[in-house]
């Protein structure tokens, strides 16, 4: 490419542009952005009206430009996209709209809503994020966190706050409608962690307080959670049929090994609990035993080696089938089930059986008894058995409660008895 120039500013900064339909090659100038076609061999011809091929630059025989030559006239002006081609000239396409930093001229010209710098900032937050992911990682905190604190500093950014700014942070909190109060709460405490990692002070700053906005959580019937789970594959439906039966987290379930189904007591042990919540041993039916038995053992793990790739999993096969499954029987309700909604289903089964929100609290993992009292407002939207369980440790304690017409219904991990009775006439 040493030899050729540009037959325009002849300028010896070529790029390679591709080739014709012929399969020559064709180089754009760097400096003034002509699009010009070379041959190694040039007969010099001359035709009427044209300047010879003698007075052009060496191994140069067309080029093309946004604005016409004065120099340089051709009578050949076919499309380069003809089959007609010419044996010497044609005129080449219109040269795309290249968008780099050497063609200034160009780029003046087109306006564009991100400019240089902007990219330039953009590209530092990322970098910036990925360390204060590390950062937080160092922390062992539980990756979803780090995700999520990183997501949260994004979206400061994006609403225009300026990270080395307190004050800052604090007016977009405060005249951002859009956000609830719980989301406001958790970018604060983003930021907090963002302000740690960069030692930025907020001792003399008085942060404000947003609490947490509880919903009450939709309960589906058993009647609906059954049909998602039939109408779901074998893999899918028996990790359906888990989350209904213990309440277990999307991630503790994908994290299930074998060694924690006891199929001859009906147990699934959750020794490994999402988000800081406490290990438990539930009972499960001999129906969700058999389904978990169907899985292919192809490892330790019960769904496969990768819990967080499982998951995922999981949710798309559920998303899918609860769509095809809601417009063929045009129940719209279903769509308001989500795989979360299984954790809510059971611990308002679980309280409408045993009216005790201690025991629900124990064997949905919950550290605080705040996180487990929403489940006291459920209405009754199944038809369930009602039962009030109590705890024994001693058989003194037991005789009592079977004279009082309770009985026997299973031994926990901690070889804690439950006896339960059933009542009737509950609001």
């Known amino acids: 490419m040493a030899e050729a120039l540009c037959p325009r500013?002849?300028?010896?900064?070529?790029?390679?542009?591709?080739?014709?339909?012929?399969?020559?090659?064709?180089?754009?100038?760097?400096?003034?952005?002509?699009?010009?076609?070379?041959?190694?061999?040039?007969?010099?011809?001359?035709?009427?009206?044209?300047?010879?091929?003698?007075?052009?630059?060496?191994?140069?025989?067309?080029?093309?430009?946004?604005?016409?030559?004065?120099?340089?006239?051709?009578?050949?002006?076919?499309?380069?996209?003809?089959?007609?081609?010419?044996?010497?000239?044609?005129?080449?396409?219109?040269?795309?709209?290249?968008?780099?930093?050497?063609?200034?001229?160009?780029?003046?010209?087109?306006?564009?809503?991100?400019?240089?710098?902007?990219?330039?900032?953009?590209?530092?937050?990322?970098?910036?994020?990925?360390?204060?992911?590390?950062?937080?990682?160092?922390?062992?905190?539980?990756?979803?966190?780090?995700?999520?604190?990183?997501?949260?500093?994004?979206?400061?950014?994006?609403?225009?706050?300026?990270?080395?700014?307190?004050?800052?942070?604090?007016?977009?909190?405060?005249?951002?409608?859009?956000?609830?109060?719980?989301?406001k709460k958790n970018l604060l405490l983003s930021y907090k962690s963002y302000a740690k990692w960069k030692k930025i002070s907020l001792s003399d700053i008085e942060l404000p307080k947003f609490g947490k906005t509880t919903l009450q959580p939709y309960v589906p019937t058993e009647g609906q959670i059954d049909q998602l789970i039939a109408g779901s594959g074998w893999k899918t439906g028996a990790f359906l049929q888990l989350l209904k039966e213990t309440g277990a987290r999307t991630k503790e379930a994908a994290s299930l090994k074998w060694s924690d189904i006891d199929a001859a007591n009906h147990t699934v042990t959750i020794r490994n609990p999402a988000k800081n919540g406490l290990p438990r041993q539930i009972h499960v039916s001999e129906k969700c035993i058999d389904m978990l038995n169907k899985q292919p053992r192809t490892g330790d793990y019960l769904f496969g080696k990768d819990p967080e790739r499982i998951r995922k999993r999981m949710r798309a096969n559920f998303h899918w089938a609860r769509g095809h499954i809601a417009a063929k029987t045009a129940n719209k309700d279903l769509m308001m089930i989500h795989l979360h909604t299984f954790r809510h289903f059971f611990a308002t089964k679980l309280y409408l059986q045993t009216r005790d929100i201690r025991y629900v609290q124990n064997k949905m993992g919950h550290r605080s008894i705040t996180s487990t009292t929403i489940y006291e407002n459920s209405e009754p939207n199944q038809d369930v058995e009602t039962f009030m369980v109590k705890a024994v440790t001693s058989r003194e304690e037991a005789e009592k409660l079977i004279a009082l017409g309770y009985e026997f219904h299973y031994r926990t991990a901690d070889r804690v008895d439950l006896f339960r009775k059933k009542v009737t006439g509950l609001d």
């Open 9 to 183: 500013c002849g300028s010896d900064k070529l790029w390679k542009a591709g080739r014709n339909t012929k399969g020559k090659q064709l180089l754009l100038c760097r400096h003034c952005l002509t699009r010009f076609l070379v041959e190694q061999d040039i007969i010099t011809q001359s035709f009427e009206g044209s300047e010879p091929v003698s007075n052009l630059p060496h191994r140069i025989i067309s080029f093309s430009s946004k604005e016409p030559s004065n120099d340089l006239s051709f009578i050949c002006s076919e499309d380069v996209a003809s089959h007609r081609l010419s044996s010497v000239e044609k005129r080449l396409n219109p040269l795309p709209s290249y968008n780099r930093e050497l063609g200034a001229e160009m780029h003046q010209q087109k306006s564009t809503t991100t400019t240089f710098q902007d990219r330039i900032i953009e590209q530092n937050l990322k970098g910036e994020l990925v360390t204060f992911m590390f950062y937080l990682t160092k922390l062992n905190l539980d990756r979803k966190t780090v995700y999520e604190r990183a997501r949260n500093i994004d979206a400061l950014v994006k609403n225009g706050a300026d990270l080395g700014s307190p004050d800052s942070i604090l007016a977009v909190l405060a005249t951002n409608e859009r956000w609830r109060s719980g989301t």
